[in-house]
């Protein structure tokens, strides 16, 4: 056993879990040390690092609801961040959130790609519970999130809240489907799940860029619109109504384009009109090096918009929750977990994610309580004074225990279904069934990649978890026959 393993094994049984990175800064600075080099002289992060400790809840109260950020980037990997490992994307302004907050080092999107994931956190349930949540994704005009349906957005507006989507909303098109159908006061951006960052044409070549349900022109970079938009939403004066507001980018998901490259927007514009279906997904495109500027821009657009609500003066009182909905595509540095976008293994579904409330929790803090995307439902539901509706009962647990008075969670399942996969999360083990067919049974705790099959060492935990997995899927909706 390495002093690493040792150290991190007794961390473990002492009851205060360490960050990985927390850790890795403190070996860093002891070696250092021990090699007789001065932290600052060596150039290390010793004295810039954030300095994270284990979750704990500040104690005391505070009435006032919290206005709501919650911030989607788009097939963003679990590492892609600086503060979660990147080597290579500088992210400096999520990293200042995550300082500011709660860093997740095992949180988890609702599914493996962007409908299911949306639907999950709409409405704090499995995407399997509704037939739109069955589309992975949706790819057409067939189905997609009824207005009937009760939503985060619906549910907190009942309890007095303004709400606005600005981005991405890939849960159904015109005419029977929009953010302003599902809860939403206000929507600006597009219904598709991808779109051509200059001339807003979508998959099929549609011009997919929306106000309400009115087209808008804008043909400007995309992340620059979204990011303009969501400033003056923030900076707007609401009253006294708490607000709403999600804040879906689609960077930096395919075409990999950055701002200014209007070559390439030309070129897959022209192949688009020329009906060609594959040229928005960009498979002869891309490199790491774009992808790189691609987050960058992302995380300088989020940082646009934190100024924004800073200088709105209503930072303190403003929950600000960042993720991505999903798991990392081909450019995504997912180390060291296996997988990517479309699977169940971690690296398709372990997503970064960062909690910021000024007025409620302390930063610098890391928590590496198991939660997924309709937890994020229940918490702010709770937060926001809003009851679910009985007839849909949530899936997601709320957090606001936890977060607010220190109330750990019992262990529970986390419970994830897609086409040709399946997996479930119970505490630190997890059933996995990929396109093989073949049951699986990791310890995460131990073996966050995947590699170590304990499925013959431990066949009772194997059964136990997938009966229990069985159980779950046998209350969703069956996948269309043919699918």
């Excluded at 303009?228 to 930096?252: C, I, K, M, Q």
């Excluded at 498979?283 to 960058?296: I, Q």
């Excluded at 924004?308 to 209503?314: E, M, N, T, W």
């Excluded at 957090?399 to 086409?419: H, N």
Aim: glycine share 10%; net charge neutral; with cysteine.
């Amino acid at each position: 056993m390495t002093s690493r393993d040792a150290h991190a094994r007794s961390d473990r049984r002492s009851g205060t879990p360490l960050s990985r990175r927390a850790f890795t800064t403190a070996v860093g600075a002891t070696a250092v040390t021990a090699a007789g080099i001065p932290a600052a002289a060596a150039g290390t992060a010793a004295d810039d690092a954030p300095r994270e400790r284990p979750f704990r809840a500040a104690r005391g109260k505070h009435a006032r609801r919290p206005n709501i950020l919650f911030i989607l980037g788009d097939d963003l990997g679990w590492a892609d961040l600086s503060s979660y490992g990147s080597p290579h994307i500088r992210t400096p302004h999520l990293d200042r959130l995550a300082r500011q907050g709660v860093r997740f080092t095992d949180a988890y999107s609702g599914s493996a790609t962007c409908s299911p994931t949306r639907f999950s956190l709409y409405t704090g349930r499995y995407p399997g519970r509704t037939r739109g949540g069955l589309a992975e994704p949706i790819a057409d005009r067939s189905v997609g999130l009824e207005p009937t349906h009760p939503t985060l957005a619906s549910l907190l507006r009942g309890a007095g809240y303004s709400t606005a989507l600005i981005g991405k909303w890939h849960c159904g098109y015109l005419p029977d489907y929009s953010p302003t159908k599902s809860g939403y006061d206000e929507f600006f951006g597009n219904f598709g799940g991808a779109l051509e960052y200059y001339s807003k044409l979508g998959l099929a070549g549609e011009y997919d860029l929306y106000e309400g349900d009115a087209e808008y022109k804008d043909l400007r970079y995309y992340t620059r619109v979204l990011t303009e938009r969501a400033s003056e939403y923030v900076r707007r004066d609401h009253g006294d109504r708490p607000w709403l507001l999600n804040l879906n980018f689609t960077t930096p998901h395919w075409p990999w384009i950055a701002e200014g490259d209007t070559e390439a927007s030309a070129e897959i514009v022209r192949r688009i009109r020329a009906g060609d279906r594959s040229a928005l997904r960009h498979a002869d495109g891309g490199s790491v090096e774009k992808y790189t500027e691609m987050v960058e821009d992302l995380d300088r657009s989020v940082g646009e918009v934190l100024r924004a609500l800073k200088r709105s003066g209503q930072e303190k009182d403003t929950l600000v929750f960042f993720a991505s909905d999903n798991g990392g595509e081909r450019f995504s540095y997912n180390w060291p977990l296996a997988g990517n976008k479309g699977s169940l293994q971690e690296g398709g579904i372990r997503v970064p994610s960062v909690l910021r409330w000024p007025a409620r929790i302390e930063g610098q803090q890391v928590s590496d309580l198991p939660v997924f995307s309709p937890d994020w439902t229940a918490t702010l539901l709770e937060l926001g004074g809003a009851r679910p509706d009985p007839a849909h009962p949530l899936d997601g647990i709320s957090l606001a225990g936890y977060l607010l008075r220190g109330e750990t969670p019992g262990e529970r399942d986390l419970f994830w279904r897609v086409r040709g996969e399946r997996a479930l999360r119970r505490g630190d083990w997890k059933y996995y069934r990929g396109r093989s067919g073949t049951d699986q049974l990791f310890n995460l705790a131990d073996d966050r990649r995947e590699q170590a099959d304990r499925s013959k060492a431990d066949p009772g935990r194997l059964a136990d978890l997938r009966a229990s997995w069985e159980r779950t899927d046998s209350g969703l909706l069956p996948y269309p026959t043919g699918s």
